[in-house]
């Protein structure tokens, strides 16, 4: 079992920048690829960004130049840096501990999420 556990959001201004954070615990290695997800109510959770096992990187085509995600292994913490924040990013995030390698694996393990919210 993987308990995983967000951290970091809020209440941002447009075009300001939040940190999230994601640590991780129980059976859980650095062998496997991580991401986050974003949802707002009333649509489909959406994949934001996703590291592999060997540091691959995907992003999607809305979080390009503005998200960077990183991971830190010995401290088994995801990090989403989000920059220049805009109203539609406003969403619950979750981090997700994915059933495979590859970045472009499934997600398995899910956190509870951590509310950001872009607005003046």
């Known amino acids: 079992q993987v308990q995983l556990v967000e951290s970091g959001g809020g209440l941002v201004q447009p075009g300001g920048s939040l940190r999230l954070s994601c640590e991780a615990s129980?059976?859980?290695?650095?062998?496997?690829?991580m991401g986050w997800y974003r949802q707002v109510p009333g649509k489909e959770r959406e994949k934001v960004a996703a590291?592999?096992?060997?540091?691959?990187?995907y992003y999607a085509d809305f979080a390009k130049g503005r998200f960077t995600i990183s991971r830190d292994n010995v401290k088994r913490t995801l990090y989403l840096q989000m920059d220049r924040l805009d109203a539609e990013d406003t969403a619950m995030y979750y981090c997700?501990?994915?059933?495979?390698?590859?970045?472009?694996?499934?997600?398995?393990?899910w956190g509870q999420g951590t509310q950001v919210t872009v607005s003046s």
């Open positions: 129980g059976s859980i290695t650095g062998t496997l690829a």
């Open positions: 590291i592999s096992r060997h540091g691959n990187l």
């Open positions: 997700a501990s994915l059933d495979g390698a590859g970045y472009y694996s499934d997600p398995k393990y």
